[in-house]
């Protein structure tokens, strides 16, 4: 298979893939006070490595990130339904949240709030299922390619 000379493409790819999946984290953690959170987190996040899926290859990427999305979209769901039925443990309704100022070692001051967890499985819904559904189109329109070149 011959490689084409997509130096600018792989160059470009790696400081956009950065700096959405920075901005992701960002917005992941502001989610619990100012707009963002587990959903927008999830989508940047989906972009930059579907992104990266485009420029390098399916192959290869699988090889980096060897995730099962199907399994990750499972373990958020977990995670953002136990974080909604853990409130109920303390006799609140169901995703009714705590949040406090707690001095972290470091960090100093900081607002924490349990929403933060349902937002971490909202995020990973996010990933998974977003992926799940790019990667299946894009190797189902490989794999009928393929079959048409044969015919």
């Not at 930059?48 to 699988?62: N, Q």
């Not at 990130?65 to 006799?91: D, E, H, K, Q, Y």
């Not at 349902?118 to 190797?139: C, Q, R, W």
């Amino acid at each position: 298979m011959k490689q084409s000379n997509d130096l600018i493409l792989r160059t470009t790819t790696q400081i956009i893939a950065f700096m959405l999946l920075g901005f992701s984290v960002y917005l992941f953690f502001a989610g619990h006070n100012a707009p963002g959170g587990g959903f927008i987190g999830g989508l940047m996040t989906s972009a930059a490595i579907i992104l990266m899926y485009m420029t390098y290859g399916f192959e290869k990427i699988e090889k980096i990130i060897p995730i099962n999305f199907r399994t990750l979209t499972v373990t958020g769901l977990l995670i953002a339904v136990l974080a909604g039925m853990g409130s109920m443990l303390f006799g609140a309704s169901f995703l009714s949240h705590a949040d406090g100022y707690y001095h972290l070692p470091l960090i100093g001051e900081k607002h924490l709030a349990t929403a933060l967890i349902f937002d971490l499985g909202v995020y990973l819904v996010v990933v998974g299922i977003t992926l799940t559904i790019i990667l299946s189109i894009a190797t189902d329109s490989e794999d009928e390619s393929n079959q048409n070149v044969g015919v």
